[in-house]
């Protein structure tokens, strides 16, 4: 959440598409049934919110006895009663109980996509019940605690490197609109049988560092570039599933795929702006089926596949270097097979 904040360099003219007056409405309106929602004063002054964000916005503190929090948010010029300046990191003991932080257009945006219907129509309520349940989720799984971590080149606990090395993805480079680039050895981790080797909570724990990582990396993207990079693209090498189909791991890891997909990622909307899915056999479309179903629909609908290595539609995307050698491309980083 929060990740292109404080960055007052970015060229958004140039980098982002104007949204139609529908749904600047709509987000207006949203934005204000947001703040609208804050918690009561008294829970920021018992948590000493107040003076965590007086100090990191380097103001004097305001006396909010006569006029509550009368703060303006950077971004919009919205000036509202207990409106906060939105940050990218703030500390896990510094929220109030519902997990409630000022967020920026960018954050509330991405979570009316999410429920937006195939005609168009915002279902804001829908929206506005993912956004709350996603910032209680945030507090209660300490989700600030490793967005902290990962800012600050801190390593994760030794049970999220091990289930790193147990289901490999890299960040290759970026694409030609300055989006992050992950691949995945997908079909390596179904034939593994390593989704059995951690506990469900450590999985969900180091999924959750690899989420964040992807708002590290577009923060980083975006401060070196200037451009507001708010996306990810997402190609998952499916090499090994035959193997996973024949010896049937691959229905051991599909409901640890169903948990992550609905416990967490649900947080977690529209950040990946296409899927595609290589090397892809025919015996595995049943497999398939069954993932695309518990997808959101929304995510669902952004997955290409193809049944080898679709050079053609890398370069299309990215440059030769971001393309790892093994896939046709000259990127020579390090992207170890699955333990």
Known sequence: MNHLCGLPHLNNDDSQVAIHPYEQETLAAFRQRFYDSAPPIEEYRSNNIIAHYNADAGEEKKDSSSHGFQYE?????????????PQYTIPHDKLPPSGWRPLDDCTL???LLADRQKDGIFDTEASFQRLMAALQFRR????DVIVHNIWN?????AHVQKCKA?????WAGT????????FERLGQFFSSGNAALMTEEEWEESYLYFLETHFCRMRQISM???VAVDRIVYFADFSGVVTSIMNRKIWKVIPLLKRLVKKVESHYPEIVDHI???????IASAAYKVVRGFLDPVTADKIELFSGVPLERFNELMGENVIPKEYGGRNDCDYPQTL
């Not at 147990?166 to 890299?170: D, S």
């Open 153 to 157: 080149n801190l390593s994760p606990p």
């Open 140 to 143: 209660e799984y300490r989700s």
């Open 224 to 226: 070196n570039s200037g």
């Open 73 to 85: 948010c950077d971004e919009t010029n919205l000036i509202s009663r207990r409106v906060l300046t």
């Open 109 to 111: 945006y991405r979570f």
């Open 166 to 170: 147990m289901r490999v993805a890299i």
């Open 276 to 282: 595609t899915l290589f090397n892809v056999p025919t």
């Open 175 to 182: 694409d030609y609109n300055s989006r992050p680039v992950v």
